[in-house]
């Protein structure tokens, strides 16, 4: 057999560079900005101090000293890495415990560790459905959703956007077995799913599946999330997904529900069953997190002063905010991503870090800037935010 040259081994290669080149064309090419210290509103990104408007860290746990305190601590205990799968020897008393809290603050039988919510929501679609079965989805739901669908080998159908009467049909037109699913709080409009009427919708028809990536611990009495908020039980919504890497300020996800759900994804979901636990030492800091959100409202009301704040300034400002949600997600609907691109990249200049969202993120002819709001945010930081963007935007 003769000897392969790197000559050779380059052609199957060839064609990337004509791809990039492409999303470089598009407008539509991503790249990184280094991020030196903590998450906090004024950071230092690539080398300059900037305030910075685009973390998911909603409630500042992230770098919270006692969240700190409890990741040192379960890292001198547990050690750094799991070391195995959850099913080998990889689950400690720190993740089992976090798995009781989780369950009990969300008021379900149950609930399970996942590394991240993308492989979550993989595992939930692949273990529940086969090629028989059908998933109806909302058409704006976050790309882990699609991906999840897509690969779970069951039938994709997508409805317009928070159109219950469109789901109506669609289950009304089939036998399948059906998991319907949706975004809680849409990660790039910042609007809140129609959850009562899906619930009573799918009640008996199909298995409701909501991602609460984006609520949980921001919304509900409680900041237990967007199925608090609605007071929606298990029997209503079966199948809960949530993130730990956004208002608590740690990382991984879960799942909540009944026995049977639980012990369906421990025995079938793969993303489960053949990936490394998240460590302990970041279960214990999530169990810090979440006494903190549960005894102490402070943060959480904070960060509702600064979104309603924002919201007010920037209709004075004659910003045409995208659906003035009473989220920590606003948008900016500016149009097509060139324009999006110069506004991001003139708050830039201005010491701001505004992430300008682009196709195929967002449908086309609807790039936008994506503003997320902390409670660490000063009202001066966001006065400062909102005056450059009126400035920018009206030259």
Known sequence: ?????LTQLKKPMQHLRGRLE??????????????????????????????????????GLANDVRVKAAFQAGAKHFGVGA??????????????????????????????LFSTGYMANLGIAQ??????????????????????????????QRYAHADVEALQRRLQATQKQVLVSTDAVFSMDGDLAPLPQLAELTHQRAMLMVD?????????????????????SQSEVPILMATLGKALGTAGAFVAGSDELIETLIQAAR????????????????????????????????LQENIDYFLHIAKQQGLAIGGRQATPIQVL???????????????????????????????KGQARLRITLSA?????????????LANFIQE
């Open 212 to 232: 609460d990536a984006h609520g949980f611990g921001v919304l509900g009495s409680s900041g237990a999330g967007s199925l608090e908020h609605f007071s929606l």
């Open 1 to 5: 057999m003769p000897k392969t040259t």
């Open 22 to 59: 492409d999303l470089q064309a598009a407008h539509q090419y991503r790249q990184r900005r280094i991020l030196d210290g903590p998450q906090q509103p004024h950071q230092i990104i690539d080398g300059r101090r900037v305030l910075a408007f685009c973390s998911n860290d909603y409630l």
């Open 376 to 388: 660490l945010h000063e009202q001066e930081d966001i006065d400062r935010l909102v005056d450059a």
């Open 127 to 156: 273990a529940l459905l086969g090629r028989d079965d059908l998933i109806c989805q909302d058409r704006l739901n976050h790309a882990s959703l699609i991906d999840a669908a897509r690969l779970s080998g069951a039938r994709l």
């Open 333 to 363: 609907i500016l149009g097509e991503s060139m324009h999006a691109l110069r506004i991001a990249e003139q708050l830039w200049e201005a010491g701001f870090m505004v992430p300008a969202i682009r196709p195929p993120t967002v449908p």
């Open 83 to 112: 070391g195995a799968a959850h099913l080998i020897n990889g689950h400690t008393r720190a993740h089992h415990h976090l798995e009781e809290t989780l369950a009990d603050w969300t008021g379900r039988q149950r609930a399970l």
């Open 271 to 302: 993303t489960y069953i053949y990936t490394t636990a998240m460590p302990a030492a970041l279960a214990q800091a999530t169990l810090e997190s979440i006494r903190i959100i549960r005894e102490d409202p402070e943060p959480r009301s904070r």
